[in-house]
């Protein structure tokens, strides 16, 4: 079995806990908005609306959203911006839930939802020069020719379009330095959660600096600081008392991403960057 299906396979897994604990939106909040004490769910609110304000998608534009889970960032991106959007992702019950919110949400002309096949992402099923924008959030870390996925996203953009997003990525903090001290941490979350291999916010830069863009924003939300957002206060309880299919890798996950929270060497990054203009 290729990665890709495996994360394919964990996210039908995931789907009822992920739903149950984070509702519609799999992604951290924006930093800020949690100091404050705004709710999550507000909180990655926030952060779409700064990302793709970031991508400078208008009203009229159209935008790719890679690894739309159930929708909920696609959707709301659209709204603010009044753009078209394709979410895609290679899990079709996720797609199906997500298209029913947008039929809901009277949405359905705007965005549309798309099932790649697990290696659809290197082939991405659209024209070269598609879309003003491209964005994710917490998707690329689950594909394991990360290289190739960013290749596509930049095909795909128009010149002067730009890619947005923001991903869990693992770093050296504190006393944990080597690749090993890092790995003791990350090594079992990539394997409780289905990510082959976490980049950093230099790596995911020259990734996409390879596939020909010009990288504007690389940036750790949590510089210097341990990456506990409100998951730590909020929802850990949740995780660790989730009953449900697949409950004691759910909060064996948990568990390990709350050792590299505590260690430092888990975070989050956000990325911008341009294709070019002819
Ligand atoms: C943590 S969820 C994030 C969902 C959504 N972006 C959000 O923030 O709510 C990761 C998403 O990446 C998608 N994904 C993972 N590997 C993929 C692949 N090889 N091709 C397409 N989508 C993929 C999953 O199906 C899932 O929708």
Redesign the pocket.
């Known amino acids: 079995m290729n990665y ?1 299906h495996r ?2 396979e964990f ?1 039908d897994s995931a789907l009822h806990c992920y739903q149950a604990i984070m509702g ?4 951290h909040g924006d930093p800020d908005a949690l100091a404050v004490g705004l709710p999550r769910l507000r909180a990655c609110e926030i952060l779409e609306e700064r990302i793709v304000a970031l991508t400078g998608l208008r009203a009229g534009g159209r935008a790719i ?6 929708g ?2 696609t959707l709301h991106m659209s709204k603010v911006t009044s753009a078209s959007f394709v979410g ?4 079709e019950r ?1 797609n199906t839930i997500a298209r029913d919110k947008a039929q809901k949400l009277g949405m359905s002309n705007d965005v549309t939802f798309s099932t ?1 096949d ?1 290696l ?2 290197k082939n991405l099923p659209f024209p070269d020069g598609s879309f003003d924008a491209a964005t ?4 690329v870390c ?2 394991p020719d990360k290289a190739a996925l960013f290749a596509e996203l930049a095909r795909v953009l128009k010149p002067g379009g730009r890619l947005g997003g923001m991903d869990w990525i693992q770093r050296p903090f504190g006393e944990h330095q080597t690749d090993d001290q890092i790995m003791q941490f990350m090594g079992p979350v990539n394997e409780a959660i289905s990510i082959p291999w976490h980049g950093t916010v230099e790596s995911y830069k020259q990734l996409m600096e390879q596939a020909g863009l010009e990288v504007r924003v690389a940036q750790d939300l949590y510089p210097g600081v341990r990456c506990w957002s409100t998951v730590q206060d909020d929802e850990t309880p949740a995780w660790e008392t989730y009953q449900g299919p697949e409950q004691q890798m759910f909060r064996r996950g948990e568990e390990a991403l709350a050792a590299a929270r505590r260690a430092g060497v888990f975070t989050i990054g956000m990325w911008v960057a341009v294709k070019p203009a002819r």
Do not use: A, K, T
Not at 88 to 91: A, D, G, K, M
Not at 136 to 139: D, I, L, T
């Open positions: 890709e994360v394919q996210y519609d939106r799999w992604h959203d890679f690894g739309c889970g159930i909920g960032p895609v992702s290679n899990n996720l790649l697990d659809g992402y994710f959030y917490e998707s689950h594909v």
